[in-house]
């Protein structure tokens, strides 16, 4: 079942000043990409691609220029006060860099907590069951949570913010860059992490990347955006033929050292 | 190993310890404005005379037991009207910067973060005001409204105002663009809840530390349109009026017009390096930079 | 052939009231023409190290020990930073001023002569892939990452050193960036005989580049060796946690 398309999307950006004569900045052209309940799309690119500028479209953050984004088969721009509030409810996100993702004068508890205080409608104990419930899941021990993000690394950090995107319980999480952030061994014990609670909850995935192997590692099918549009969409049992998506898989770094030095 | 070899021991670098050297001119600091504290809640019980007591027998005395800081032109005691005169000048100057910031914050903030249009439009109206330099404009309103301290604050908040909303909105929109306000976003929050919860608080932490370093700022501009002749009259005492009139008098007695430029001088540095120790500890990201 | 010699670094720091090690007595060579890659996982050392030997440590944290010398056949002195080693950093960004151009930042660090400067400035831009002359005069906002990257190699190599510190130079940027920039380095060294010490989590990164390879874990170097040696028969548990990472990444070397 389809849980979110985007029909034809178009993003561009103009600057507000008055007197600018220059074009709008075309960022996102004719995009058509469909996600199904519980599977994990890839979304490969590099950077300037335009990945971001979908993810932020995709949760709502932004309008497209043109085109249509559903949820459920409803779209998006749609949606107003009761509606909107239970799109945000199903869509959540985990962003690149977690030390900029969480409010620096807030505690850790205060940071999951906030999907909790405005998207159901648990009274504080069961908010803070929650959330204790949410940390475990993540490995995090409950007694941290009333620590800074100042006092945790940016490993702990960005599992902190999964843990806050899983708080309500949705069923379509955007992983921008997600583990980018992250050294190697990090980066796969999270993805190994997200894989583990998708089997348990259910959860659909966009991971948003522009690392091949990783998308091999995770991901059930791949979406290659190419200078704005999608020049290629394959399950990954398949093999990637346009140009774009091959000068990424060229560029993946070697698994042994070669003698040719 | 050659004993000749000029290797280097890497040099020591210096830990944490470093903030010890500084100790003593908080304290300094906080002590000159304990004084200034007493000095407002009780001057009528701490001057020994009544600041406007004049006395033409005794005038220009140098300090002595009696009077022991001396007395000014009139013969009135000019410790007694030190002490009023710090009610006045921080009554006026804690006015300014109170309606400074609740201006600069309201204007700036809201308009960095709702943006478009409406920042682009505030911006220009900042624009006009900032070309206004104080004293013109407080000139300017003393000649239309006349003098008087009220005047003279509201010369002062309208040439400042701009400064601080523009240093608001920039804060608020650096604040804006981070993850977090996103994060909030799609957390559900509302964009009015996102202002007051997440972007607010910072930007009033760095900004109160800006107050506390301008004070000293606003205090020579109410000192110095009093100097002029643009604020207080004499014989209200004041500081800006008390260095106005002690002008005349360098020669025959220097120590007249010491005073209260010490005063002016001393409660200036003091709220500057509280202002210091303020940027210091409160913005957490800052002080999580250090280690 | 220099060599560059770092023994006995220790640094340390105050936490929470109490003197914790960060880096215990590591000792590594650096020769020309050879790439040396330091690994580890986060907070084990790596970067500090390249700020400590360089004689740069960050706020708050002090060096308690370490001798670095630099051996050219017979002589033994003190390597001068920006003349016998040049740095290249992780966050190019951050690294620039945002008011000055490329050229600026060039002219501020050149030691040569004055009326080669703008020669030299060229050859080298070109060498490493900047559109020259249009690139030297933007500012850093102008500019992409990758781009930055490059032009901090150019300034590396107008400098003259021998010897490179490279702190994760292609950490944040993305996979066509990163595999250009690294193809760059490898080029240099050999054309120039550098030695490069080259900071990285990533052993794909070490795969690619390097020739000998140090293993770091909490502040000590727990194993080193040829980097043919470390891939296929990784000694050490950090070492073969870090190999065991990366290979699961390609499912085509589960089996080996």
Redo the contacts between chains.
Sequence with gaps: MTLLSCEHVERSYRS???FDSRPPKRVLSGVDLTIDEGECLALLG???SGKSTLG?LI?G?ERPNAGTIRFRGKPVASFAGPER?SF??A???V???SI??????FSIARIVE??LR??TELDETARRQRIVELLKMVSIDPDEMTK?P?QM???QLQRV?IA?ALA?NPDLIVLDEAVSN?????Q?QTLDLLTELRLRLGTAFLFIT?????V??FADRVAVLHKGSIVEETALTGRLCHPASL??A??????????A? | MNDNCNEAILPLETTVHAAGKRNWTMTLALSILAVLALAIIAAPVLAPFDPDAVDIASRLLPPSQNHLLGTDHLGRDVLSRLIHGARVSLGAVALISLLVLVLGVAIGGLSGFIGGKVDQITMRICDVFLTFPTFVLAMFMVGVLGTGMTNVVIAIVLSHWAWYARIVRSLTLSMASRDFVLAARVAGAGEFRIFGEHVLPGVIAQILVLTTLDIGHMMLHVSGLSFLGLGISPPTAEWGVMINDAREFVWTQPTLIAWPGLAIFLTVMAFNRVGDALRDRLDPVLAAEVC | MAELHIDGLRLETLRAGRITPLVSGIDLRLRQGCVTALVGSSGSGKSLSCLALQGLTPPGVRCTAGRVALIDGDTRRVPARGQDIATVMQNPRSAFNPVMTMRAHAQETYRGSHSHFEDELRRFATEVGLDVPRDLDLYPFQMSGGMLQRMMIALALMSGARFLIADEPTTDLDLIVQARILDLLVEEVRLRSLGVLFVTHDMGVVARVADEVAVMEHGHIVERGTVERIFHAPAHPATQALINAHLSLYPEHILT
Excluded: W
């Design positions: 507000d000043r008055f590099e950077s300037g932020r949760l953050l509030k945000r409810r869509v959540q996100a962003f690149q860099d900029g993702a969480v409010d620096p004068r906030e999907p405005h998207l800074l100042g690394s940016g490993g913010c806050r309500s992250l050294d190697l061994t990090l796969i522009h690392d091949v192997r990783l091999r590692h000068a990424l060229q560029a993946v770094l070697p698994a042994m050292p070669s003698k030095q």
